[in-house]
């Protein structure tokens, strides 16, 4: 099967036709990946690649993020809260937010 895919120039990114074309080749490639990694007799390079493959497109990719991040983040978020709304305004919606940073 021949694929093209065609890439903005202004944006550097595929288009939304050719990323459903390409999410629909591996949905249907699917069967073909599960038995390349379940094939005892494949060689281990090929089934560790279908699993990868399987695993990045199954799962995503993580991305860790420290506490410490995290915190200066959300300290630089308040501040910007702070410094457009005003005191009074921000402390009323920093305490709407509060529940969903303790939960």
């Known amino acids: ?13 595929a288009t ?8 629909d080749n591996l949905y249907e490639n699917l069967p ?3 038995k ?3 094939d005892d007799k494949a060689p ?10 399987q695993a990045r497109y199954g799962l ?11 915190r200066d983040r959300l300290g630089r978020t308040l501040a910007i809260i702070r410094d457009t709304l005003g005191e009074e305004d921000a402390e009323r919606l920093i305490t709407l937010l ?5 939960a």
Do not use: F, H
Request: proline fraction near 2%; glycine fraction near 8%; charge should be negative.
């Open 98 to 102: 509060q529940p969903v940073w303790t």
């Open 60 to 70: 995503g990719t993580l991305s860790e993020i420290s506490v410490d991040n995290v």
């Open 16 to 23: 939304v036709e050719s990323v459903e074309l390409l999410r």
């Open 36 to 38: 390349i990694a379940g």
């Open 1 to 13: 099967m021949v694929m093209t895919v065609v890439v903005s120039a202004a944006a550097g990114e």
């Open 32 to 34: 073909g990946l599960q």
């Open 44 to 53: 281990a390079a090929d089934r560790l690649r279908a699993m990868d493959l």
